[in-house]
């Protein structure tokens, strides 16, 4: 089961300058990538408290989520991987005129706190691989950003048989064997290092970033938002998309390890 997390109440002020919503309370439906889990955890609630509305948000992989908006599944906005989001367009599952790309993230290193492996260069990050006893990340099965492009990454350097004979896959889009991301399975003890995006990965006490996949390797993870056309609460859809791209919001993205993309 997709775990749904409701947007709890938080302290601080972020106000929209210039979003606006229809009078009522309205609940917006928001379908979102893992990726922009730990954003939307923070400015939704921000969202939430100065505008009256709700976001009933459900995270899991950008695959899973298109799937699921293009069986016909209602949703008021989507935010996934931005090929997902133009695919989804093309086949007029989101109005292609509301389409906002909102924060770019990359692939990094989680350790145990007090290790500093050496990954400056793809052949170092090659050893620590392979030296590694257990390496956390995503799975693979459910087409998530991070995860394919890790896929890429172990066969660009040559070692994907190695590396999943060792591999702790995590369901980051809900808990599973107790670790809801890479990044706590190697806080936990069940893995020695971790996979992941680096805002997933900043987000878990306990550990440590050894740094950015090296050079190329590093990925570059771009989500965009978009309006379902089936969506029910239009404009307050579009009111949080305008939020999510005020220059407020960009500190907020940049805090938690992702860059944002200017309008």
Known sequence: MITKHPVAAASGALVPT????????????VLSAVGMRQVMLDLGAKFERATGCTLAITFDSTGLL??????????DVVMINQSAIETLGKN??????SVAHVARAVAAVGVRKGAKPDISSPEAFKDLLLSARSV???????????????????????IADEVNAKSVIVNTGHPVQGAESPGDAVAKGKAEIALHQLQ??????????????????QGNF???????????ETEAGKALIEFLRTPDA??????????PISP
């Open 18 to 29: 210039s979003a606006h919503v229809s009078a009522h309370a309205a609940e917006v439906k």
């Open 66 to 75: 298109a799937k699921r908006i293009a069986s016909g599944e209602t949703v």
């Open 92 to 97: 007029g599952k989101v109005i292609t005129g």
């Open 136 to 158: 956390a990340r995503p799975s693979p099965a459910v087409g998530g950003s991070s995860a394919d492009h890790i896929v890429k990454v172990l066969e660009r350097l040559g």
């Open 200 to 217: 997933e990965l900043m987000a878990v006490p306990g550990i440590d970033i050894a740094g950015p996949f090296p050079g190329e390797l």
């Open 222 to 232: 771009a989500f965009s938002a978009a309006i379902g056309t089936n969506a029910k």
């Open 250 to 259: 960009m500190v907020v993205i940049r805090a938690k390890g992702m860059e």
